[in-house]
Every structure is written in structure tokens, then in C-alpha cells.
């Protein structure tokens, strides 16, 4: 079993800054790829970024490239999002999902592919 907790959404204004934060627990974290989605009222969730289980390939959505940065630190179990240049449609709850498979060569983007999810964080960005 897997537990992902997601910390450091909140309410910012257009073009501010947050940093996302997920700690992991229960498994190898380094030995999986870990992502960012997020889902806005009424809308499907979305794919936001990716990390490979090195971290040295790294995937992003259209809407959020040069603006976000995704990270991860495996000596602390922790995914981080780094967000910029915030924009009022980047309002959602955002969640951090691990790869339901170790050691993946390629970097996946589809909700299937992830097997455990955290709970969400809001981020609200006010224009």
C-alpha cells in the first residue's frame, strides 16, 4: 500500500508563485515514476507533469510548460510542483499519483497508468 499526502495549494493572485509538495510512504518511491494532475469543477482531471523514477525525464502539459517545474527528491520521498506565472485557469484540486509500475522507461500521462493517488490540494488563482 501506498499513501501520497499532498501539501501547499492555496489562494493566490494571477502571476504569483506556489510550491506543491507530496510525501510518499509505504513503498519504493524511487523506484517509480510520480505525477501531477489536477481536476477543475465540472471538468474531467487532467495531466499536469510527470517525473521518470530518476528524475531526469520530465514531461509536461502544453498549458503548464515553462511555467511549472516538477522535481523530486527520492532521499525524502517527496514529489514537488513548483508553479509560476500562475493564471486563473490553473485553478483546480491537484493530486500526485505514483506509477502503478517500477523502473518504467517511458515517462506515461494517462490516468490508467498511476495506481495510487493523494487526496488533493486546492490552488485557487484569483485574476
Known amino acids: 500500500q501506498v499513501q501520497l499526502v499532498e501539501s501547499g495549494g492555496g489562494l493566490v493572485q494571477a502571476g504569483g508563485s506556489l510550491r506543491l509538495s507530496c510525501a510518499a510512504s509505504?513503498?519504493?518511491?524511487?523506484?517509480?515514476?510520480m505525477g501531477w494532475f489536477r481536476q477543475a469543477p465540472g471538468k474531467e482531471r487532467e495531466f499536469v507533469a510527470a517525473?521518470?523514477?530518476?528524475?531526469?525525464?520530465?514531461t509536461y502539459a502544453d498549458s503548464v510548460k515553462g511555467r511549472f517545474t516538477i522535481s523530486r527528491d527520492n532521499a525524502k520521498n517527496t514529489v514537488y510542483l513548483q508553479m509560476n506565472s500562475l493564471k486563473p485557469e490553473d485553478t483546480a484540486v491537484y493530486y500526485c499519483?505514483?506509477?502503478?509500475?517500477?523502473?518504467?522507461?517511458?515517462?506515461?500521462?494517462?490516468?490508467?497508468?498511476?495506481?495510487?493517488w493523494g487526496q488533493g490540494t486546492q490552488v485557487t488563482v484569483s485574476s
Open positions: 517525473s521518470s523514477w530518476r528524475g531526469g525525464r520530465l
Open positions: 499519483a505514483a506509477d502503478r509500475e517500477p523502473f518504467r522507461t517511458v515517462v506515461v500521462t494517462t490516468i490508467y497508468e498511476y495506481n495510487y
Open positions: 509505504g513503498r519504493s518511491f524511487s523506484m517509480y515514476a
